[in-house]
Structure formats: C-alpha cells, structure tokens
C-alpha cells in the first residue's frame, strides 16, 4: 500500500545551520505531497505543496522538489533560526483521488530543534 | 474571522465517561476529518466525512463515534469503549484541493 517515510529525529541544529528532513514515498502514479509544520502545542500548518514531477513547492525559506526518480520530497532550508524549531510531516495524496481516496497518507514526522 | 475552533483546548474526563470534542469551521469546505496524535506515532485517521449525513471510518475508529448534520460542524465523541483514549485530537478540513487545513487541537487528558 501507500506509504510515507521520514527520517528519524529528533535533529538538533545550530541557528544558521542547513536543513535536510527527508521524505521518500510509495505509491503508484503521480501523487501529490506536501510538507506540513507543527509548532508546540498548535496543530498543523500547510508549510508547502507539490502536485506533479519536478515541481517545487516553497515557502518561508523552506523548498522541496517533487523527485519521480527517486520517490522523494526532501524538505530543505539554507539557514534556519531558532523559530523553525517545530515537528515536520511529509504526506501524500494518491493521483486522481477522490471519493474515500481523498484522505492523506502521513509521515511520522520530524521533530527539529534549533539552538541560538 | 475565518477558520477551524476546536473546543475545548483541554479536556479532562473520568474513566467510563463519554466526552465530546467540537470541531467548527467557517471555510465552507465540504470534507471533515478528525485524527488523533500520540507522542511518536504521527497522526491517525479516525473518521472522516466527505459531505453533510455521510461519514467513514478512518484507521482507529473503534471507541469514536461522530456526525455530520450540518456543514460547519463535526463533533466527535470519545466513548468509554475507547481504552487509551489520552492523546491530542485534531481536526482538518479540506474543499476540492488537496490540502487539509487544520484546527488548534484538543488535549484530552483521562484522569
């Protein structure tokens, strides 16, 4: 079936820092994914999305690139500050759901602390 | 303002009670869904509905039930045949995109 994978965490980094959370995915055809952020005790924000190969989806300074080849939607940040620390989820949706197929398939989620 | 609420934000119940958890939103979106989080474990569908009088178990229905009588609304209830019922309960809302928006949650606590 349908699945999400995330790397473990929790990774810890110093504010400046590269990000790398990576997600590969299972799933037959196009699906679409996004990236998801949670800050402590709040629920999930849409952090960004894409729906077709090789498009990338960005915002606040995070991208992911939708890799067919590799089944993969790395999320990734240049320089990240003590404000992005928050739990990270990759999910997906299979192509041309609809009906019951509407629901998302989820990742475990990443937990990302940021030391100043 | 719009949006999804969830109350309330913190819940505290007895063993054996039923509580009910709300979920209301004024994005006019047609599908609901209720999931639960527990530390380590991701997110898990419990139910979900797809339009107004109709809804479908999601993956750990057992000891939930819901409605979906009107549009906005989409309470959950934990019964007392839920036996581990101690998480953070979440509620999205989707239209015809992809995306699922998201309410602030609910801790609810079994004392």
């Known amino acids: 079936g349908d699945s999400v994978t995330q790397m473990e965490g929790p990774v810890t980094l110093s504010e400046e820092a590269f990000l790398t959370i990576n997600c590969t995915y299972t799933?037959?055809?196009?699906?679409?994914l996004f990236w998801y952020v949670q800050y402590p005790g709040e629920g999930l924000q849409l952090l960004l999305k894409a729906t077709k190969a090789d498009d990338k989806g960005s915002n606040k300074g995070f991208e992911a690139t939708y890799r067919k080849e590799t089944t993969s939607f790395h999320l990734e940040k240049g320089s990240v500050q003590v404000s992005d620390s928050a739990v990270y989820f990759c999910a997906l949706r299979r192509e041309s759901a609809a009906g019951n197929n509407r629901k998302l398939i989820w990742g475990l989620g990443t937990s990302l602390a940021v030391n100043p | 303002d719009g949006g999804i609420t969830q109350s309330p934000k913190y819940l505290f119940r007895k063993e054996g009670q039923n509580v009910t958890l709300s979920c209301e939103q004024n994005l006019n979106h047609d599908a609901m869904y209720w999931y639960r989080q527990d530390p380590g474990q991701g997110l898990r569908l419990i139910y979900y509905?797809?339009?107004?009088?109709?809804?479908q178990k999601g993956d750990i229905a057992e000891g939930y039930s819901v409605s979906r009588e009107k549009k906005e609304s989409f309470p959950l209830t934990v019964t007392s045949a839920q036996k581990n019922p101690t998480a953070f309960y979440l509620c999205?809302?989707?239209?015809?995109?992809?995306?699922?928006?998201f309410g602030p949650g609910t801790r609810l606590t079994v004392l």
């Open positions: 999205a809302t989707s239209a015809s995109t992809d995306t699922q928006y």
């Open positions: 509905s797809q339009i107004v009088n109709d809804f």
């Open positions: 799933a037959t055809g196009y699906p679409s």
